[in-house]
C-alpha cells in the first residue's frame, strides 16, 4: 500500500480545526507534499495544501518525505534507529458522500487479510510471515463463519484460496471499503494504519523490524515474537526468526477474541 506515513501524518494533525489552526507539512518555508500525500489529506480540514504557505493560520511540523520523526538511518550499519518517544496516533479520512456509498459496495462485517508487502524495498523480506501461515488462518477464519476477503489491484501479489477478492479503484476506495469490515490482519504497513484510521480491529504482524510503541496502535494486537525492533534495511535473519515464531494459532487466537 505504502500510505502509512501519510495516515500518520492526518493522526499528527488530528484536532488542529477545532484550534482554529491547520497543520503545514514541511520545512517551514514549503509545504512538503509526495505523491502520496493528496489522497490520504484530501478534504482534510486539518492539514494545509501546497501553495498556502502564506496563510495566518499555520503550524508548521517538520514531517515529510525524509524527514519522518519516528526515525533516522545509520548508514554505517544499514539500519533504521527508531525514536522511542515517537507514538503513532490514528489518522483520519474525510471521505465524500459518494466515496462512503461506494465503500459499502461489498458489504460489511468481513475480514480484510492481507499477506503481501510492498515490494522493492531491501527490508520487504523482514515482514514477510510466510503466505502459507497467512493461508491457514484465512482457512481457520473461514471455519469459525467469518467471510474472509482480500484486496484486488495491479500488483497486488498472490492471492488466497478460498478469500473473496475485492477489486479496489485507488487507495481512498480501498480505505472506505476497509471501514466496513470487522477487522483487518496482515502485516505493519500502510494499511494497519489504514485500519487505525477508519476505526477497526487489526491483528498486526510486526516481527523483529520496528517497535510497536512507535507504530502501533492502541486496541491492535501488535504480535513480535518476542523480539526487539532492529530496524534492519536489508534481509535480516534476526528477523525472519521473529516472524516464525509467530504461531497460526496466536494469530487466530487475537483476531477472535476481537471479532
Same mark, same amino acid.
Given at each position: 500500500?505504502?500510505?502509512?506515513?501519510?495516515?500518520?501524518?492526518?493522526?499528527?494533525?488530528?484536532? &488542529?480545526?477545532?484550534?482554529?489552526?491547520?497543520? *503545514?507539512?514541511?520545512?517551514?518555508?514549503?509545504?512538503? %507534499?509526495?505523491?502520496?500525500?493528496?489522497?490520504?489529506?484530501?478534504? =482534510?480540514?486539518?492539514? +494545509?495544501?501546497?501553495?498556502?504557505?502564506?496563510?495566518?493560520?499555520?503550524?508548521?511540523?517538520?514531517?515529510?518525505?525524509?524527514?519522518?520523526?519516528?526515525?533516522?538511518?545509520? #548508514?554505517? =550499519?544499514?539500519? %533504521?534507529? %527508531?525514536?522511542?518517544?515517537?507514538? *503513532?496516533?490514528?489518522?483520519?479520512?474525510?471521505?465524500?458522500?459518494?466515496?462512503?456509498?461506494?465503500?459499502?459496495?461489498?458489504?460489511?462485517?468481513?475480514?480484510?487479510?492481507?499477506?503481501?508487502?510492498? +515490494?522493492?524495498?531491501?527490508?520487504? !523480506?523482514?515482514? @514477510? %510471515?510466510?503466505?502459507?501461515?497467512?493461508?491457514?488462518? +484465512?482457512?481457520?477464519?473461514?471455519?469459525?463463519?467469518?467471510?474472509?476477503?482480500?484486496?484486488?489491484? !495491479?500488483?497486488?501479489?498472490? #492471492?488466497?484460496? /478460498?478469500?473473496?477478492?475485492?477489486?479496489?479503484?485507488?487507495? #481512498?476506495? *480501498?480505505?472506505?471499503?476497509?471501514?466496513? &469490515?470487522?477487522?483487518?490482519?496482515?502485516?505493519?504497513?500502510?494499511?494497519?494504519?489504514? *485500519?487505525?484510521?477508519?476505526?477497526?480491529?487489526?491483528?498486526?504482524?510486526?516481527?523483529?523490524?520496528?517497535?510497536?510503541?512507535?507504530?502501533?496502535? @492502541? /486496541?491492535?494486537? =501488535?504480535?513480535?515474537?518476542? &523480539?526487539?525492533?532492529?530496524?534492519?534495511?536489508?534481509?535480516?535473519?534476526?528477523?525472519?526468526?521473529?516472524?516464525?515464531?509467530?504461531?497460526?494459532?496466536?494469530?487466530?487466537?487475537?483476531?477472535?477474541? #476481537?471479532?
Amino acid at each position: 500500500m505504502g500510505y502509512g506515513d501519510q495516515l500518520m501524518g492526518s493522526g499528527l494533525a488530528r484536532g &488542529a480545526a477545532s484550534r482554529g489552526k491547520r497543520i *503545514a507539512f514541511g520545512d517551514r518555508r514549503t509545504i512538503r %507534499w509526495d505523491s502520496r500525500s493528496e489522497p490520504i489529506y484530501r478534504g =482534510n480540514p486539518n492539514v +494545509a495544501v501546497p501553495g498556502s504557505e502564506g496563510a495566518s493560520d499555520l503550524e508548521w511540523l517538520e514531517f515529510y518525505k525524509g524527514h519522518r520523526l519516528y526515525n533516522r538511518q545509520d #548508514r554505517t =550499519n544499514d539500519r %533504521w534507529i %527508531w525514536n522511542e518517544e515517537f507514538h *503513532a496516533q490514528p489518522g483520519e479520512m474525510f471521505f465524500t458522500p459518494a466515496e462512503v456509498l461506494r465503500g459499502k459496495r461489498y458489504g460489511s462485517g468481513f475480514v480484510l487479510i492481507e499477506p503481501n508487502v510492498v +515490494a522493492g524495498k531491501g527490508c520487504a !523480506p523482514n515482514k @514477510e %510471515w510466510g503466505r502459507d501461515n497467512y493461508q491457514q488462518t +484465512a482457512f481457520r477464519l473461514i471455519a469459525e463463519g467469518f467471510e474472509v476477503c482480500q484486496f484486488k489491484y !495491479p500488483g497486488s501479489g498472490d #492471492r488466497l484460496v /478460498g478469500v473473496r477478492s475485492l477489486p479496489t479503484i485507488d487507495v #481512498r476506495d *480501498a480505505l472506505a471499503i476497509l471501514g466496513n &469490515a470487522s477487522g483487518y490482519v496482515g502485516p505493519e504497513g500502510g494499511l494497519h494504519h489504514g *485500519a487505525a484510521a477508519v476505526g477497526i480491529p487489526a491483528v498486526v504482524l510486526f516481527g523483529g523490524f520496528i517497535p510497536p510503541s512507535v507504530t502501533g496502535y @492502541e /486496541g491492535h494486537a =501488535n504480535l513480535t515474537g518476542g &523480539a526487539e525492533a532492529c530496524g534492519s534495511l536489508r534481509r535480516c535473519a534476526h528477523c525472519e526468526e521473529a516472524m516464525r515464531a509467530i504461531a497460526v494459532d496466536e494469530v487466530c487466537a487475537a483476531a477472535l477474541e #476481537r471479532l
